[in-house]
């Protein structure tokens, strides 16, 4: 149970710092959105967008908000990051990372209903 409770933070955690990163400094993560993005929106304001997602799903993940519905959706917001790095830089340290982070991710779709060690 207090091996959830970790990941669970840890899954928080990562989307809460990038989500204000992504707000708070676009222009760093601006060249990270997809070509066909940047043809619709303008790439800071695609990039703020992200970071709220990021920030939302961070939030309502470390308050377990609906579970159900937030777990598979961290899962495939990870799983796009993954897609993205693997098409900006192929095979990588850095793909390896997101890969066990989305791993873990998954991991949250699996937490008890009920923690009786919280």
Do not use: C, Q
Not at 1 to 24: C, D, H, P, Q, Y
Not at 81 to 105: A, E, M
């Amino acid at each position: 149970m207090k091996g959830t409770l970790l990941v669970r933070f840890a899954i928080s955690f990562i989307f809460i710092v990038f989500g204000v990163w992504e707000i708070l400094v676009p222009v760093y993560w601006a060249p990270f959105i997809p070509k066909f993005v940047g043809e619709i929106f303008n790439p800071l304001f695609a990039t703020r967008i992200h970071g709220l997602v990021l920030l939302v799903l961070g939030v309502l993940t470390l308050i377990k908000f609906r579970k159900k519905i937030i777990a598979p959706l961290t899962s495939a917001t990870l799983l796009s990051v993954v897609f993205s790095v693997y098409v900006f830089s192929g095979f990588s340290d850095l793909l390896v990372r997101d890969i066990v982070i989305f791993l873990f991710s998954l991991s949250l779709l699996f937490e008890p209903e009920k923690d009786k060690d919280l």
